[in-house]
């Protein structure tokens, strides 16, 4: 049985920084690609960051460019989310999702997800 689980949410001023963690079991950790994806109130769920199975490629979304990094530890199962310089337009839900082939920011592309925890930036 696979699970995913995300941490590190909470409360922060504009301009403050937040590491989120994603945990996983049941699947061989670095047989999929993984992505943090984000939905906010009465909008769609979008793909923010992807890092290839590999470790080697990743692929953003311009509105986090130069300020998230993704990263992993294999050894430990764990996606991480380093979110700097935040904005209140980065309050959203944040998800971490696995993708068998593809390494993207559609949801279509994955198929194993988290419950998400909630991110909120304060003006």
């Known amino acids: 049985q696979v699970q995913v689980v995300e941490s590190g949410g909470g409360l922060v001023q504009a301009g403050g920084s937040l590491r989120l963690s994603c945990t996983a079991s049941?699947?061989?950790?670095?047989?999929?690609?993984w992505a943090w994806f984000r939905q906010a109130p009465g909008k769609e769920r979008e793909g923010v960051l992807c890092?290839?199975?590999?470790?080697?490629?990743?692929l953003y979304a311009e509105s986090v460019n130069g300020r998230f990094t993704i990263s992993r530890d294999v050894a430990q199962n764990t996606l991480y989310l380093q979110m700097n310089s935040l904005k209140p337009e980065d309050t959203a839900m944040y998800y971490c999702?696995?993708?068998?082939?593809?390494?993207?920011?559609?949801?279509?592309?994955?198929?194993?997800w988290g419950q998400g925890t909630q991110v909120t930036v304060s003006s």
């Open positions: 999702a696995a993708a068998p082939n593809y390494c993207g920011l559609e949801t279509v592309d994955y198929n194993y």
């Open positions: 890092i290839s199975r590999s470790g080697i490629r990743t």
């Open positions: 049941g699947l061989i950790f670095d047989k999929y690609h």
